[in-house]
């Protein structure tokens, strides 16, 4: 399994806006083959940034979703919400561990 850790800082002001995209790139990748799950993380010194970490069975399954329509879509929309570049580290996982339940988080209230 692998797990991708991508960190972008967004334009002030287009944080709901990505937010919400991101959401629906994580729930459209739920139905790709070998992906395994994902989160959208909010440092607490940044609000203006975002952690996206994705795990999959392989970087070719990855690879391949990127390719996707719905995932170049998204990506269309996205790019014009971010400053600079996004930074991008792939990690192989070892171990996992999880509770006994899943969860979704929604919108911040």
């Known amino acids: 399994m692998m797990t991708v850790v991508t960190q972008v800082t967004l334009k ?3 944080e ?3 937010d919400a995209a991101m959401r629906e790139r994580l729930a459209a990748a739920r139905g790709q083959r070998g992906w395994v799950g994902g989160q959208l993380l909010i440092p607490l010194d940044g609000v203006n940034k975002r952690a996206v970490v994705g795990t999959w069975e392989s ?3 990855w690879e391949a979703w990127h390719e ?3 995932f170049l879509e998204s990506r269309k929309r996205m790019d ?3 400053e600079g ?3 991008m580290v792939w990690y192989e996982v070892v171990t996992e561990g999880r509770g006994a339940g899943s969860s979704s988080v929604g919108p911040p209230q």
Do not use: F, Y
């Open 12 to 14: 002030t002001g287009c």
């Open 16 to 18: 709901p806006e990505w």
């Open 59 to 61: 970087r070719a399954d």
């Open 68 to 70: 996707d329509e719905r």
């Open 80 to 82: 014009g919400l971010q």
């Open 85 to 87: 570049r996004s930074e």
